[in-house]
Structure formats: C-alpha cells, structure tokens
C-alpha cells in the first residue's frame, strides 16, 4: 500500500532533550516536506527536499534540522526542544516533474509536547 | 509578502445545500492544492490544480488566473463532509523555490442533517 509513515504519532519530552521524527515514504516520491499545524495559525511549511541531498527552508526553519540521505526518508529534527515547539507534525510528500509536481500524500501527524 | 486568504473562516450548512469555499493569494502561483482534514484525522489532498476546473464527484475546483482565486464547491453537501478545508499555493516558478508552499487558514465547514 502506498503511504507516508511517521513515527512516533504522540511524543511527550521536556526541554532540551534532542528528539527525531522519523518520515518515511514508499512511492518513490522525489519531494518530502514537513509541516506543523497549531491553533489559531493553520499549517507552516518547516523543511522542504525537492531530492536527495537538496535540502530548503520552509517559513519556520528555525529549531529544526533536516537530512535527506535516501530518497525514501526524510527524519525530523530537534536538536533542543522548547515548549514553544509543541504541535502536530505532518509529513508530506509527492513526485515531481520538470513540468509540475503532483498532489501531496500525507503522514497521520505527529503530536508532540514539550514540556 | 506572498499570501493566502480563506473565506469563510467558518461555514454551517444543512444537508444537501450548496457549499462554496474561496481561496484568494497575493500574486502569481504555479499551483494550488485543495486539502481536507476531518476532525482529529490526517490531510487528505482533494485537487491540485493550476488552471481551469476539475471535479472528482460532488467536488468542484476552480482557478481563475487572472483574478488570483479559487474556489472549493461541495454539491449536494452531506454531514461526512464536515471538516476542514483548506488551500495551499505553491508560488515559486522554478528551482528549488518550485517545493515552497503557503497556506490559507483553513475553512471549518459543518453539515448538519
């Protein structure tokens, strides 16, 4: 079945302690991207990887990190978690094409809580 | 600053009414996604579309270029479609600006039998 996996889908951690969310996708997709959604401001775009090894910020970058080693992964992380990074995470990814780029498959989100 | 702007922000309708959603974006787009996210569930996408109209269907999406907007039509609206709706713009033309995607807040849409 084609999907988009991530993992943990709830994650409870304190301040400071460096944490990874793992994105994983078996469609052969070219695009990963991750995004996190709260109350009051919708969804932001975090990271972006148009293939492997290209790697660019998305509208809040900060506090994240991102790798692209293979093509089917694309991990999340937190180097220092702070409280103002508490959300729900979605990954999301598609194939692309020089002419576009299809539409998005999503992973379940990830609920996380710094506390 | 590239922006997206839904409305409504909030939507009640009866069963089987007519239901349209709108997206308007500050300037020129490669592309416009229509997501849908149910209560406490994951995002599904609906349309991705970057000209004229598709339907897959009760669904309608429509873009009109030169106006900067889209529109989500629901026919025949029905209580499973309760949820939130949402669009995404992609305004990068090229390069690795082409994966940047902006947001509308979303649409809380209510169908009550």
């Known amino acids: 079945e084609a999907q988009v996996t991530q993992n943990p889908r709830y994650l409870i951690t304190v301040t400071g302690k460096k944490l990874t969310v793992t994105c994983s996708q078996n469609?052969?997709?070219?695009?990963m991207s991750w995004y996190r959604q709260d109350p009051g401001l919708g969804l932001r775009q975090i990271y972006y990887?148009?293939?492997?090894?290209?790697?660019d910020k998305g509208d809040v970058p900060e506090g994240y990190k991102v790798s692209r080693k293979e093509k089917r992964n694309f991990p999340l992380i937190l180097e220092s978690p702070s409280p103002n990074q508490t959300s729900l995470y979605f990954c999301?990814?598609?194939?692309?094409?020089?002419?576009?780029?299809?539409?998005?498959?999503f992973g379940n989100g990830t609920r996380l809580t710094v506390t | 600053k590239n922006e997206v702007e839904q409305s409504p922000q909030n939507l009640t309708a009866q069963e089987g009414e007519f239901i349209t959603i709108n997206c308007s974006y500050s300037?020129?787009?490669?592309?416009l996604h229509w997501l849908q996210q149910h209560p406490g569930g994951g995002i599904v996408s609906l349309f991705m579309?970057?000209?004229g109209k598709k339907k897959h269907g009760r669904l309608i999406a429509t873009i009109n270029i030169q106006e900067k907007h889209s529109s989500l039509h629901i026919t025949a609206s029905h209580p499973r479609d309760s949820a939130v709706y949402i669009c995404a713009v992609r305004f990068g033309a090229g390069g690795t600006s082409y994966g940047k995607l902006t947001f509308g807040q979303g649409t809380i849409l209510t169908v009550h039998p």
């Open positions: 999301a990814s598609s194939t692309t094409w020089s002419g576009g780029m299809s539409p998005l498959h």
């Open positions: 579309l970057s000209s």
């Open positions: 300037v020129g787009i490669s592309a």
């Open positions: 469609m052969n997709h070219e695009y």
């Open positions: 990887s148009m293939n492997v090894e290209v790697t």
